[in-house]
């Protein structure tokens, strides 16, 4: 005779609203910079100071965009332009760069293949702000000091965008494609413009937004590189004014949060218009 064994009652800190009270809660945390900070980006000075930021009093959206159109100039959105500049051609070059460099690993054997590709991921564990004054150096000696190139020649070399690179190769470069187009007498170069970077279409994209985030994002190397304001990418602008706020411009904080706003607007307009490329791409990675 059997004996019936109750079936085991779930912990009820593990109960479906339980977990999602928690992830609520993450959310909340996650969420609360960004919703406080679009509230003070449409308040004044006098209403951001006075801790008067998620009410109602004190709004004055379009005087703060007047600010950042007449402070200095309008010289907000000459570092916005240098941004767009700097992160999306840096961002191309660098996706163009790893996937060909990644296409090499992957299709071509040669002499210390593997060695060579172990030292370009030793590149991925140095960190960013450790290189900088060295890059300063080697700017210095070739005179590209404060100017556009300082910073753009740098963001183009991204080892973490090889090694995806390969990965994308491995999985959607086929090897009997690469030998059927030899056979057919194309070249190298062709083989992969005409056929190889279609196919890591999703790669080049993935590594191009991720690149993009990194540069726009990017402080330091600006910061040791660049003495010429119009030469600022947006962050390191917004962070000069932040710099007056705390010493003795007050007033400029709502320019600082309101830049700070648009600043962060053209990343996620880019991470949703072409979501569909990254998030297969991660999904193909994952599983490489």
Not at 252 to 271: K, N
Request: with cysteine; proline share 5%; aromatic share 14%.
């Amino acid at each position: 005779m059997s004996i019936a064994v109750p079936p085991k009652r779930r912990p009820r800190w593990m109960s479906a609203a339980a977990v999602n009270a928690a992830l609520a809660l993450a959310a909340l945390y996650a969420f609360f910079p960004l919703v406080w900070m679009l509230f003070a980006a449409t308040k004044n000075a006098t209403g951001i100071m006075s801790g008067h930021t998620l009410d109602f009093a004190y709004m004055d959206l379009w005087g703060n965009l007047g600010g950042l159109m007449h402070e200095e100039g309008g010289i907000y959105f000459r570092w916005l332009l240098n941004s767009v500049l700097y992160a999306g051609l840096g961002s191309a070059f660098s996706a163009l760069v790893s996937c060909a460099a990644g296409y090499a690993f992957e299709k071509y054997a040669f002499r210390g293949k593997e060695q060579l590709f172990g030292l370009v991921l030793l590149g991925v564990l140095v960190p960013s702000a450790a290189t900088v004054l060295p890059l300063y150096l080697l700017a210095s000696k070739a005179h590209l000091v404060n100017t556009v190139w300082a910073v753009l020649i740098p963001s183009v070399v991204n080892p973490f965008g090889v090694y995806l690179a390969r990965v994308f190769a491995q999985g959607y470069v086929p090897d009997e494609v690469v030998e059927a187009a030899r056979v057919d007498g194309a070249g190298e170069l062709r083989i992969f413009g005409r056929i190889g970077l279609p196919m890591m279409r999703s790669g080049f994209t993935t590594i191009m937004l991720f690149q993009f985030s990194a540069i726009w994002n990017g402080f330091f190397l600006a910061l040791v590189m660049l003495s010429d304001q119009n030469l600022y990418p947006v962050s390191l602008g917004l962070y000069n004014w932040d710099q007056g706020v705390a010493a003795d411009a007050p007033s400029m904080v709502s320019l600082v949060i309101s830049g700070s706003v648009i600043a962060v607007l053209p990343v996620v307009v880019l991470f949703v218009c072409l979501q569909r490329f990254w998030r297969s791409g991660l999904t193909a990675g994952s599983v490489k």
